[in-house]
């Protein structure tokens, strides 16, 4: 089978690299071989604006994944060239991450559909990526930066205790919004909570706290029942859906980004959490 690099993201192979550990791990040696060749010619040095969160959970975490399956010193060599040049998004003075970063320039900014605010998702499911590259670099910078972002957002004052408004203003340290959900804008950072902690080795008190509080409050403020009929009986099924708050009003729907929740509770409960 022959590799096809696609070029569209900026001609990094965005996702050839993030196929590398699975590359790897079905035991595609000659495929791995001709993504490895790419990889090596990649320059990150190009003055393209890129999303910093896509860009370390794809880019960053897929040369952390191929290194750590194959212990191939060039896919770190890589990791810490991009880590270097995504750091530049953590230079807020909350150090709360912007979501666009120059990769030549190191010039950041927010959208402007967004307010020009970060974006909960974004900041929060970046720490696995930083704290692994610092952890196989020895360079204690990444993970520092990274785990700043938990401990600037734990200490913003919030109204429903373990729920997080989605948007957040990185200049002043404070959320600007009344949705809180664990569907888009949110999702992935309640996900990372939990595996920030098993990362650890189960010693990050921080994290642990946070998806303690997070996943009580779920239970508390956004899971609903709903009933549906059983088909020629009088009888109903109950259902629990997972909805959102609007500020105080609740909201009755369930997104599909919504369905990893039951995964993350059945994580924590293996690893005893919750």
Avoid at 44 to 60: A, G, M, P, Q
Wanted: charged share 20%; net charge neutral.
């Amino acid at each position: 089978m022959q590799v096809k690099i696609n070029h569209t993201c900026v001609g990094f192979g965005i996702t050839l690299t993030d196929a590398l550990d699975t590359l790897a791990l079905m035991g595609l040696h000659v495929e791995l071989q001709q993504a490895r060749a790419h990889v090596a010619s990649i320059n990150w040095n190009k003055n393209y604006d890129v999303s910093f969160f896509e860009t370390t959970i794809r880019h960053l975490g897929g040369l952390l994944g191929a290194y750590e399956l194959t212990k191939d010193a060039l896919y770190l060599r890589k990791a810490v060239e991009l880590g270097d040049r995504l750091y530049a998004s953590f230079q807020s003075p909350t150090g709360i991450p912007y979501s666009i970063v120059n990769l030549q320039t190191g010039k950041v900014r927010n959208p402007k559909w967004t307010g020009e605010h970060s974006i909960l998702s974004e900041v929060g499911t970046v720490q696995l990526e930083f704290k692994a590259l610092s952890h196989y670099s020895g360079d204690t910078k990444y993970s520092d930066a990274s785990h700043r972002v938990m401990k600037a957002l734990a200490d913003m004052p919030r109204k429903h205790g373990g729920l997080f408004p989605v948007y957040i203003d990185n200049q002043r340290g404070s959320f600007e919004s009344g949705l809180a959900t664990y569907g888009g804008l949110s999702d992935s950072f309640y996900e990372y909570l939990l595996k920030q902690h098993i990362q650890s080795g189960w010693k990050d008190p921080l994290t642990l706290s946070l998806y303690s509080k997070a996943t009580h409050d779920l239970r508390k403020f956004l899971v609903h029942t709903t009933h549906a009929p059983i088909f020629n009986s009088t009888q109903s099924h109950v259902h629990f859906y997972v909805g959102a708050l609007e500020g105080e009003m609740a909201k009755h729907s369930m997104e599909h980004l919504v369905c990893f929740v039951p995964g993350m509770l059945a994580l924590g409960h293996h690893h005893g959490v919750g």
